[in-house]
């Protein structure tokens, strides 16, 4: 595969970047893949539907800082995304 994915029960997979494309490889792609892990394996979201969105600020409030969290918040926001809550 090409895309970052996750995988049951537990893979999670970054392909190797074309050259000059490093997008896999980001802290961000990496943390969307283990929010699918959290979420899926505890039973608490499936897909990208709420709580996922939930997952994933915790996740990028805790690794990449409150400031990260709420730029991410004001995203979801701006585009109609539910959160759902954990």
Same mark, same amino acid.
């Given at each position: 595969?090409?895309?970052?994915?996750?995988?049951?029960?537990?893979?999670?997979?970054?392909?190797?970047?074309?050259?000059?494309?490093?997008?896999?490889?980001?802290?961000?792609?990496?943390?969307?893949?283990?929010? $699918? $892990?959290?979420?899926?394996?505890?039973?608490?979201?499936?897909? $990208?539907?709420?709580?996922?969105?939930?997952?994933?600020?915790?996740?990028?409030?805790?690794?990449? @800082?409150?400031?990260?969290?709420?730029?991410?918040?004001?995203?979801? @926001?701006?585009?109609?995304?539910?959160?759902?809550?954990?």
């Amino acid at each position: 595969m090409r895309a970052a994915h996750w995988e049951p029960p537990g893979t999670i997979a970054l392909p190797v970047p074309v050259h000059g494309e490093p997008w896999a490889l980001r802290e961000t792609v990496l943390l969307h893949e283990l929010a $699918h $892990h959290v979420g899926e394996t505890t039973g608490r979201s499936r897909g $990208h539907r709420a709580p996922f969105p939930a997952v994933l600020l915790l996740l990028v409030a805790e690794v990449l @800082g409150e400031e990260a969290a709420f730029a991410l918040r004001v995203d979801y @926001g701006d585009e109609g995304v539910e959160v759902g809550v954990l």
